[in-house]
């Protein structure tokens, strides 16, 4: 990440290195893949040294490669490490620009899809993108640039990016990634208006009492989460108890505890039992009579702010 002191003879060499980046990448990429991701990398390291907030004389020198960086041309390379090296320069240019959008609506919603493909090596150490990951992840985390996706409206891109930690976590329980998943999942649930059942799902998957031992890191990580977000869970989970034959008894005891009514006392999952005949006589699962969640798959069940605008229309959010 940059420094946060000034030097003027440092600050006019990054901001001729800048502008450099952004002409190499301006005028006409080569046909050579190599070449392409010397150029992008070569931005990603620049962008590493610029500082968040940075004078205007840099600003200014920002301009072209943020401009170069977001063309069609770049953003939808189809080559995997020129995906990675840009995601990796558009996490750089979101912590520059924070607490300000860098691009617009629909720009951002196609940089958080190219988050996914960098965050994929997450699963291993090993990865020699392992390390690019973790910074992006840092970046969701610590920045906050999480929360523009829900001011983007990118509610399928977030389904993606919980699943996505879940199964990182299978491989590579890292105490470092998890505290940062933690991080950003809290604040998108807490800061969203309302939690949908899609959203639910990889939650619950992750709670499963068989997922204990096949993935404890990740289990451990879902109930914290549903402790730390009950009542904006709750709605959402009772909703899913109601109308998806949910037993309780499959899940985490948070999950029951969170079913439980506590305006009367009574226990709404026993009451929808009760009132629900049919589950005994074919219950929707294994066969075995434990009824499952409609809607959540076989593997899955294995395994802060919004967008204010400032004066000139331009979207921000809040640190």
């Known amino acids: ?15 001729d290195e800048l502008m450099k980046a952004g002409r190499s990448l301006l005028n006409g990429l080569p046909s050579s893949i190599d070449e392409i991701l010397f150029r992008v990398e070569k931005a990603e390291s620049v962008l590493a040294r610029v500082w968040q907030l940075p004078p205007p004389s840099t600003v200014d020198a920002l301009y072209p490669v943020m401009k170069a960086l977001i063309s069609d041309q770049l953003l939808r390379h189809a080559d995997e490490d020129v995906q990675l090296a840009l995601a990796s320069c558009f996490n750089e240019i979101t912590r520059i620009t924070a607490p300000k959008f860098p691009y617009n609506d629909e720009e951002m919603r196609e940089i958080f899809k190219l988050f996914l493909v960098a965050l994929r090596p997450l699963s291993s150490e090993t990865d020699s993108d392992y390390l690019r990951a973790v910074l992006i992840l840092e970046g969701l985390a610590t920045v906050r640039s999480c929360l523009i996706m829900l001011d983007v409206d990118c509610d399928q891109t977030i389904v993606e990016m919980f699943q996505l930690f879940f199964n990182a976590l299978r491989f590579n329980p890292s105490s470092d990634i998890v505290n940062y998943m933690q991080t950003i999942m809290i604040l998108v649930i807490e800061e969203s208006d309302e939690v949908s059942l899609d959203l639910l799902r990889p939650l619950l998957a992750s709670v499963r009492m068989d997922n204990k031992d096949i993935s404890p890191t990740s289990w451990e990580l879902g109930k914290t989460v549903f402790e730390s977000c009950g009542a904006k869970l709750q709605p959402c989970l009772r909703e899913a108890v109601t109308t998806s034959n949910l037993n309780v008894v499959d899940y985490a005891p948070i999950v029951a505890s969170l079913c439980q009514d506590t305006s009367n006392g009574g226990n709404v999952v026993a009451e929808v039992v009760e ?22 798959s076989e593997a899955e069940q294995e395994d802060c702010t919004h967008e204010e605008k400032d004066e000139n229309g331009n979207g921000k959010y809040a640190g």
């Open 275 to 296: 009132t629900v005949p049919s589950v005994a006589a074919a219950p929707s699962g294994d066969g075995n009579g434990a009824p499952k969640l409609d809607g959540v």
């Open 1 to 15: 990440m940059g420094s946060t002191t000034y030097n003027d003879a440092a600050q006019k060499e990054l901001e």
